[in-house]
């Protein structure tokens, strides 16, 4: 996990592109506001909303949720495949297959 202090600076770098987003789409020439105005939008922007911080609060919850039933997939897949390579289950399997042949074509 990243540290607090580059944890806070990511933060903020993303506050201040969403505020120039934010201004260019509503059409705000940025360069024309004042320090204060500036800082005082960012601080806004920062703040944010209490139901934006939820929704992304729970879209990262369910994203680590999404992501480790993706990995214990995976390792029920490399289990179920490691068991066919050793033989186990294969095996048989291939052994009735060559039966059913056989007796399909009239050998036994």
């Known amino acids: 996990m990243l540290p607090e202090s580059l944890m806070a600076e990511a933060e903020r770098q993303a ?12 059409g705000v020439d940025i360069n024309a506001l004042s320090d204060e105005e500036i800082a005082e939008l960012l601080a806004a922007v920062e703040g944010g909303d209490d139901e934006f911080t939820e929704k992304v609060a729970e879209a990262d919850y369910l994203g680590r ?4 039933a993706y990995v214990d997939e995976l390792g029920q897949i490399g ?7 050793s033989g ?21």
Do not use: C, N, P, Y
């Open 79 to 85: 289990e179920a495949i490691e068991k066919t390579a």
């Open 88 to 108: 186990g289950d294969f095996e048989e399997m291939v052994e009735q297959r060559a039966l059913e042949l056989l007796e399909e074509s009239g050998w036994i």
């Open 15 to 26: 506050a201040a592109e969403l505020l120039v987003k934010l201004a260019e789409e509503e």
């Open 65 to 68: 949720v999404m992501a480790h």
